[in-house]
């Protein structure tokens, strides 16, 4: 069974700095890892998708690794902005025909403080 | 629609009452999901839609949830003598299509669902 986890599972920085998340899953078998943020309230908003023959992706500010072999990802935030707080969430996509499920890390909640 | 979108946002119910969720995906999405988030739980698959019909109903809690899909868009997920355990936000979400390689997911908004 899948299992991914994410630590710390709240983080508080000073604005501007640079942050890592990390995500990590037990089953190396995967089509794709997705990272998410949601802020309080609401519905999740997808921020990058790393295919498994990907080794990163970037958008903006923000850069995610994925290191499939060990089971890893890291989302990279660049000079972090208080609207950056925010859950952030991890999911991975099996790799298995028929199984379409995302299974999601519980997720790190993210303080940016001015 | 310009994303997925879910009525109602907020619904209260008494326990043993039935509800009904409604989820709208983005145009063209062949691939409808449901999640459902529970407080301090993480979040939980229910079931998922391609086309009209859903491949893996695994995800449901119980046969008091269930779930279709009409014209391979709006879906509905209906809870049957609801009890307290079953409040939650449900989520929906749609993709372009599976079986491929890449098939980002994007969420609506959610229904939080309070049963008293």
């Known amino acids: 069974k899948q299992e991914v986890t994410q630590i710390p599972a709240a983080l508080s920085v000073p604005e501007g700095e640079n942050l890592v998340l990390n995500c990590s899953f037990t089953d190396s078998a995967i089509y794709n890892l997705q990272w998410f943020r949601q802020d309080p309230g609401k519905g999740l908003t997808s921020l990058l998708l790393?295919?498994?023959?990907?080794r990163e992706q970037t958008s903006g500010r923000l850069n995610a690794s994925l290191d499939k072999s060990s089971g890893r990802s890291t989302l990279y935030i660049a000079a972090s902005q208080p609207g950056d707080s925010a859950t952030y969430l991890c999911a991975v996509r099996p790799k298995k025909v028929g199984n379409e499920k995302l299974t999601f890390g519980t997720g790190t909640r993210l303080t940016i403080i001015p | 629609g310009a994303g997925v979108s879910q009525s109602p946002s907020n619904k209260v119910t008494e326990k043993g009452k039935d509800v009904e969720l409604r989820c709208d995906p983005i145009?063209?999405?062949?691939?409808l999901y449901w999640y459902r988030q529970s407080l301090g739980q993480g979040l939980e698959f229910l079931i998922y839609?391609?086309?009209?019909?859903?491949?893996?109903k695994s995800g449901l809690p119980s046969d008091r949830f269930s779930a279709e899909r009409t014209g391979g868009s709006v879906s509905t997920l209906t809870i049957q003598r609801t009890q307290q355990e079953d409040s939650a936000v449900y989520l929906c979400?749609?993709?372009?299509?599976?079986?491929?390689?890449?098939?980002?997911?994007?969420f609506g908004p959610g229904t939080r669902l309070t049963v008293l």
């Open positions: 839609f391609q086309g009209n019909s859903a491949p893996d």
């Open positions: 790393i295919q498994s023959s990907q």
């Open positions: 979400a749609s993709s372009l299509a599976i079986y491929t390689g890449y098939n980002e997911q994007f």
């Open positions: 145009s063209g999405h062949t691939a």
